[in-house]
């Protein structure tokens, strides 16, 4: 033990004033708390190496992970600008499309609108034929029996030589020679009548179409166009020294 004081004075001596105790110090207990307090401060260095170490190990990974986010946001945003090319490839073809949809919806419907102008033009004039049709048949239903009536009576034949067309051959016109005939064809087609042919040419054939298709009477244009070939008859007789025609 080692006293701090005046070994000549008490433990409670004054000196000028100054009042001085007594301290006794262990060794042995000074050192155990040292060896304590170093092996203390040991572990928490230790603890606070391994937590740094884990620290920069995560700082680390954390690191990594960010250049490798940054990679895939790299990736990531190349992939929309390209998938954003492409949506905007396909919006312009599809608009594109959408045009050429509607180019050929519009020539359809004007296609359309043209067939059916052309049926309706077409049954127009079906309707427009038929109705001639009908109106000839009216027409012919009314002249045959009469024609036939007076076929005999005037001495001539009719002969259908096409569609819509009648030849009528005349006999008799001679008076030496009644086989030699003479003729026209009638084309009864349409409502207005129109010749054809006239073996021997008639001067005055037209104005007796005019004349038929103003009265519609048969049997005097019939009467007439025989008359007619009877004056051409006699007067052809006469400038060859022919013999009269008949009367």
Not at 22 to 34: M, Q, T
Not at 82 to 107: A, D, P, Y
Not at 223 to 229: G, N, S
Request: proline share 2%; glycine share 2%.
């Amino acid at each position: 033990m080692y006293s701090v004081a005046n070994t000549e004075n008490n433990n409670n001596k004054k000196i000028t004033g100054i009042s001085f105790t007594e301290i006794n110090f262990n060794y042995e207990d000074i050192n155990s708390y040292a060896d304590i307090v170093k092996k203390s401060l040991t572990v928490k260095k230790q603890q606070w190496q391994n937590n740094l170490a884990l620290e920069k190990s995560n700082i680390a990974r954390h690191n990594e992970e960010i250049k490798s986010f940054e990679k895939k946001q790299k990736s990531l945003i190349a992939t929309l600008d390209k998938e954003k090319k492409e949506i905007n490839k396909l919006q312009t073809e599809v608009t594109n499309l959408k045009i050429e949809e509607n180019t050929i919806n519009e020539r359809k419907n004007y296609l359309v609108m043209q067939i059916d102008a052309m049926k309706k033009e077409i049954q127009k004039k079906r309707d427009s034929i038929v109705a001639k049709q009908l109106s000839l048949e009216a027409q012919l239903s009314k002249n045959e029996p009469e024609l036939k009536r007076f076929a005999d009576r005037l001495a001539f034949t009719m002969e259908g030589t096409r569609d819509d067309a009648i030849a009528f051959t005349f006999t008799c016109i001679y008076e030496n020679d009644s086989s030699q005939p003479c003729s026209f064809t009638l084309d009864v087609g349409d409502q207005i009548y129109t010749v054809l042919e006239c073996n021997p040419p008639l001067e005055q054939i037209e104005e007796l179409v005019s004349q038929l298709n103003s009265s519609r009477d048969f049997y005097t244009f019939v009467k007439r166009i025989r008359l007619a070939f009877r004056e051409l008859a006699r007067a052809a007789s006469k400038s060859v020294g022919q013999p009269q025609p008949s009367q």
